[in-house]
């Protein structure tokens, strides 16, 4: 059974910063590109970065570009995101997902607020 579990969530101040992990398990994560995404209260998805499966090629939106930095462990099967300068337009449910096969996980939620 593929599962993505995504954990780091939490409140944090503006300004502050936040790193999200996201557990993979059952399929061969090392040769699958990974997306993080996030949703905004009462808003659509967007795909905030991505990256590749041996992690030397990424992708970010520009509503996070120069503040977000994703990353991947193969050997422990994990995605990461750090976020830094967050600021209240972050505040959303962050998941990650499999970007070849669309598998997502359950989210964790960032609360940027002071």
């Known amino acids: 059974e593929v599962q993505l579990q995504a954990s780091g969530g939490g409140l944090v101040q503006p300004g502050g910063s936040l790193r999200l992990s996201c557990a993979a398990s059952?399929?061969?994560?090392?040769?699958?590109?990974m997306s993080w995404f996030r949703q905004a209260p009462g808003k659509g998805p967007e795909r905030v970065s991505a990256?590749?499966?041996?992690?030397?090629?990424?992708y970010y939106a520009d509503s996070v570009k120069g503040r977000f930095t994703i990353s991947r462990d193969n050997r422990r099967n994990t995605l990461y995101l750090q976020m830094n300068s967050l600021g209240p337009h972050d505040t959303a449910v962050y998941y990650c997902?499999?970007?070849?096969?669309?598998?997502r996980g359950q989210g964790t939620l960032v609360t940027v607020s002071s």
């Open positions: 990256i590749n499966s041996g992690g030397g090629t990424t």
């Open positions: 059952g399929f061969n994560f090392k040769n699958y590109d």
């Open positions: 997902a499999n970007s070849n096969t669309g598998h």
